[in-house]
């Protein structure tokens, strides 16, 4: 459940670039902090390390065509579906340019 919530709440964040300790925040408030055993500093040192705190970072990975959106580098192959891959049925949300602006394009 807190996974979808936390889609919701990225979904509802503006393209931006976080400090850390907004993101921790941000994080906190949608009941992350121990989320899958990952606590609050892991969750945004992962953030910091994929995309520098900031929602709008692409990676264009020439190995297999696919890229990886947000603040978490989620990847299209995988996850979400920008158009070029279908994603996963069990993950009903877009990413590209132009929606990354949720904080995992998750």
């Known amino acids: 459940m807190k996974i979808w919530v936390l889609l919701l709440l990225v979904a509802a964040v503006s393209a931006k670039r976080f400090t850390k300790c ?4 941000t994080l906190k408030a949608a ?3 121990d989320f899958f055993s990952v606590s609050l500093a892991h969750w945004v040192c992962m953030a910091f390390a994929e995309s520098n705190y900031d929602t709008r970072a692409t990676h264009f990975i020439a190995e297999d065509g696919s890229t990886d959106y947000g603040i978490f580098q989620i990847n299209n192959r995988r996850w979400c579906s920008d158009g070029k891959f279908p ?3 069990d993950c009903p949300f877009t990413c590209n340019r132009k929606s990354s ?4 394009s998750l």
Request: proline share 0%; charged share 35%; net charge positive.
């Open 87 to 89: 994603g996963k049925k």
């Open 101 to 104: 602006v949720h904080i995992f």
């Open 22 to 25: 907004e993101l921790a925040r």
């Open 31 to 33: 009941g992350m902090d």
